[in-house]
């Protein structure tokens, strides 16, 4: 029997929500004192209009009750599923009224894309948009890429019911065994590595000849940007902009450092590295990475334009690291890589954005950890077909510590692979579907659905509403790991559904 | 018949006549329509009149816009193209010797961007650069366009041979005006004083 939710549930899940929306008036306090910081009258005034609006919507939805009481494992999917959705919406107010989007979709998907840390723009003349909006959404991408419940629950906004909200945004690993302190040690991570790449960032852009303020703005936001593997650049250009072969350095760096699990961050922190080296994720990505490499080389000196290995080198590599950890930082152009990258580079770079990086980092994609565990249960199904009858075959692996292959772990990889593959096809379709190129759909349905970022051209001011609503839903979709979403779906439509007879457990 | 054939005969001369006395015309008046439209020109030192906003007129120099550049193709690749666009951004160092910069020009409302090389020279005639708040230097740029440079890793640029500036930037600077935080500053403490119940109603029901 399906579950369905009660009032109570609705006036529960609402009042955590309001509490989230709360929470992100606080956070639209750093755009706004930008704002006044750099003089910027017109953005301040749009974010103190937005803070108030979150206010009264967070405050209004508290209302709904008023002791909410301990968060269930249905209450904390449905508040995870629709906090991401919900404060979308909150963050896109000051974005639409800057006028640098066509429409409200058009700032939304933008919304969408800052939070899920997919990274794809729609904004309009990038190049003159203020301090503050840029600000708000690195900032969006800071809360994002960490996780707004793990940012909610690192500030202890969530006293009982913690435990079930981090599991439902996609996490299960506890780096330390509390909830909230784990929380606590991934924003810790995340703070002491952006602001180290800060500082270097900082003396580069200066070194480059830019101002010491827009120096610092610009190397704050490409290192949020790089390291919770967002997308976003200050510039039109991207990575590009900066002409600049150490930074791109350094942000591969950042992009590699953050596609890796944050526990095994933390063992790393504690001396334990060779945990880290033993890991599967770190063998499959090595493999991985190493395989694709060899490939995308081998499509690229195919080509005229991109076979000297200097220019294959800086391009290439850059191009590989970013999509992998489906960053999206380009520094190539979009032009480039429909016009001079061979077909095949093309779909290597799709395929680098399907996979992701690891399990519990901040990347998208189906992730090295499933992709090593299905590899390890054909490699259980080869040796159960070659042993006798009577032999038990026990298939093991490293992730922090020797583990066991079991049935449930390989259904759940196998499961989220699938509707993974499942979304790629029906978004590439959706795309052929409004007359696009197939290459260039499946490209596109990719960058959406992981979390990728990268674009062909589709992504651009005056694309089909349909097919932009079709992507948001891909971006939700992707980051949630489908089945918060799913479970969610299902249960808003049994709820709907007075007909069907539920028995609550 | 043969009236008709000498009626026939006569009308052709007519209009034979007509065009060879168009044509005499038209090729009267060219040099006037030529230069009809021609901006600001200078003497030069040979005697010759030098127009510095002379559009081009040969065909290797392809006058073109940067959205098309944007979306160019092979056919543009190493071809000497001429565009007008704003500076904004910054000016960015290239190479370690100081000697050259890389300037970002941009079309009309951003629509798209071009990565442009110049020496530090031809850097130095920008004024402002475009960010919020300011409107870059206007320049026209001919160079050599490269759709995957050789000398650059492979980026896609424009070298520039020639800049001029076609209009100064300018600062609009945002002035403060009260009025327009009357909104925010309502649905604040319409939220806080929300805020302020709920806590209040929660305290009474302990």
Known sequence: MWQRFSLYDVRVIGHYLGVLALFSSLALLVPFVTALACGEWEPASRYLLTIGIAVIVGSGLRFLRIDPGRLNRQQALAVTGFAWIALAFIATVPLHLSGHYASYLDALFDGVSGLTTTGASLVQDLDHLSNADNMWRFMMHLLGGLGLIVVALSFGLFGRGASALYASEGRSEHVVPNVVQTTRLIAKIAMVITFIATIVLTGLCVFMGMEPLRAFLHALWIAISGFMTGGFAPMSQSIMYYHSFPIELLLMLLMLLGSINFVLHSEVWKGRVAVFFRDLETRTMVLWLGVMACVIAASLSASAEFSDLPAMLRRGLFMVVSAFSTTGFQNITSNQMTTVLSSGAFLVIAVLMAVGGSGGSTTGGIKFRRIGIIMKSVVAAIKEALAPDSARVVVSYNHVGRRVLAPDVVKEAMMVFILYVVTYAIGALVGIAHGYEATQAIFESVAMASSGGLSSGLISPGMPPTLELFYILQMWAGRLEFVTLLALVVEIVVSLNPRRLVQRS | ?206
């Not at chain 2, 896609?156 to 500036?165: F, K, N, P, T």
């Open chain 2, 1 to 206: 018949m043969r009236a008709a054939y000498s009626t026939k005969l006569r009308t052709s001369r007519r209009i034979a006549c007509a065009l060879v006395a168009l044509a005499a015309a038209l090729w009267a008046c060219a040099p006037a329509l030529a230069f009809a439209d021609e901006g600001p020109s200078a003497e030069g030192d040979d005697g010759n009149t030098v127009n510095t906003q002379q559009l081009p007129d040969s065909s290797f120099i392809y006058d073109t816009s940067i959205v098309d550049l944007g979306t160019a193709d092979t056919y543009y690749d190493n071809q000497t193209v001429q565009v007008v666009g704003e500076v904004v951004g910054d000016s960015i160092r290239a190479g370690l010797s100081g000697g050259h910069r890389w300037i970002t020009l941009a079309a009309p409302a951003g629509a798209a961007t071009l990565s442009v090389y110049m020496s530090s020279e031809s850097a130095a005639k920008i004024d402002t650069y475009g960010k919020y708040g300011t409107t870059g230097t206007t320049l026209q740029v001919r160079g050599t366009f490269h759709l995957v440079c050789p000398d650059h890793d492979g980026v896609s640029d424009l070298h520039a041979e020639v800049v001029s500036v076609v209009e100064p930037g300018s600062h609009h600077e945002d002035e403060f005006e009260f009025d327009r935080f009357i909104p925010g500053a309502v649905t604040v403490v319409i939220g806080l004083a929300m805020m302020a119940v709920f806590y209040w109603i929660r305290e009474r029901r302990r």
